[in-house]
Nanobody, 119 residues
Framework: QVQLVESGGGLVQAGGSLRLSCAAS????????MAWYRQAPGKQRELVAH???????NYADFVKGRFTISRDNLKNTVYLQMNSLKPEDTAVYYC?????????????WGQGTQVTVSS
């Protein structure tokens, strides 16, 4: 059984930083594109950033220059370093991954981690 588990969310003041982690577990033999999405109350889920297996990255305009996505292929883990946080960054952040696993290849979502930025 494949699982994605996020950690690192919390409450932070505007201008502060947080680092999110998402670890994939299960009989995984390869991770493809990994990504972070977020969903604020009353809004649709939106892409924040994604990273390919070769660490090519892409960011939404609203986080460029503030957030950095990275990955550790040996640990099947993706990270999101969030700096200069703003109140509008408040949302539930979800990890997403396309992966190959024994008997369970496909696209997976984590359960989400809450990020709250106070003004």
């Amino acid at each position: 059984q494949v699982q994605l588990v996020e950690s690192g969310g919390g409450l932070v003041q505007a201008g502060g930083s947080l680092r999110l982690s998402c670890a994939a577990s299960g009989r995984i033999y390869s991770m493809n594109v990994m990504a972070w999405y977020r969903q604020a109350p009353g809004k649709q889920r939106e892409l924040v950033a994604h990273i390919t297996r070769d660490s090519i990255t892409n960011y939404a305009d609203f986080v460029k220059g503030r957030f950095t996505i990275s990955r550790d292929n040996l640990k099947n883990t993706v990270y999101l370093q969030m700096n200069s946080l703003k109140p509008e960054d408040t949302a539930v952040y979800y990890c997403n991954a396309n992966l190959y696993a024994i008997g369970a290849s496909g696209n997976y979502w984590g359960q989400g981690t809450q990020v709250t930025v106070s003004s």
